[in-house]
């Protein structure tokens, strides 16, 4: 007999064994997630898409993907702000909201609004006449603290302002934000009458001022729907504050 042979052919049956069982391993785990489900991200975006066209609700394409770790965050307003006061501007100017992001900060910089590298503009917040950006903390934007810029007869002639420092974090430890897909498929479900259309959402900050100059805010989803104020969940725990009014 030729041992060497055998050897050799030995071999290559045991490789051909395992290649033949990892195939058959590999359909049966996707046997497996076909029959009990995918993740809780799939399953979510499957429910929201079946809601959607059971009461014809429209959605953005650009919904986001990232679910990042946060906490809630204390901040103080700069006695040198007053977000309710109107200051003229020594230089009125023409803004256009269409031109490129660079060109925002190099257009703000030169009307002598200070801070304006802080803050980001807010289309979806913005209307005829009033121009609005938020201040940033990290890369998100805190959604109560706006610089807005007033226009009259397409020229932007004075502008609103206020500005924070943060304070601190809470002690609350750093969790993984709800999924968009799992609140628009709550707010579907529970608040939003058949044929709305959502028109933007983004994570950012949401808070209250519970003293002059004090605010706590916490991670949320601003869900803006056409024709009304936005709803802003909790981004850690789902709780949804509904719009009192509807926008005019």
Do not use: C
């Amino acid at each position: 007999m030729d041992w060497g042979r055998a050897k050799t052919i030995l071999i290559l049956s045991f490789l051909l064994l395992n290649v033949i069982l990892a195939v058959q391993l590999g359909s049966s785990r996707s046997d497996l997630l076909n029959d009990f489900g995918t993740s809780p991200e799939a399953q979510a975006k499957e429910e929201l898409q079946r809601l959607m066209k059971l009461n014809n609700i429209q959605l953005p394409s650009d919904i986001p993907k990232e679910t990042p770790k946060l906490r809630e965050i204390v901040v103080i307003f700069d006695e040198r702000s007053n977000p309710d006061k109107a200051m003229t501007l020594a230089t009125p100017f023409k803004f256009d909201p269409l031109i490129i992001k660079g060109t925002f900060k190099d257009m703000l910089a030169k009307t002598g609004i200070p801070n304006t590298e802080s803050y980001q503009f807010d289309p979806i917040g913005s209307r005829s006449g009033s121009y609005v950006f938020h201040q940033l903390y990290g890369s998100l934007p805190m959604f109560e603290v706006q610089l807005e810029l007033l226009e009259k007869d397409g020229i932007v002639t004075s502008y609103k302002q206020g500005y924070v420092e943060v304070q601190s974090e809470g002690v609350q430890k750093e969790q993984s934000v709800i999924s968009p897909y799992i609140v628009l498929a709550s707010l579907i479900e529970n608040y939003l009458p058949p044929g709305s259309v959502i028109t933007g959402v983004r994570l950012g900050y949401h808070g209250q001022v519970y003293n002059s100059q004090t605010m706590y805010m916490v991670p949320s989803w601003r869900v803006s729907v056409s024709g009304g104020d936005p709803y802003f969940i909790h981004a850690i725990n789902g709780a949804v504050e509904a719009p009192q009014n509807k926008r005019p």
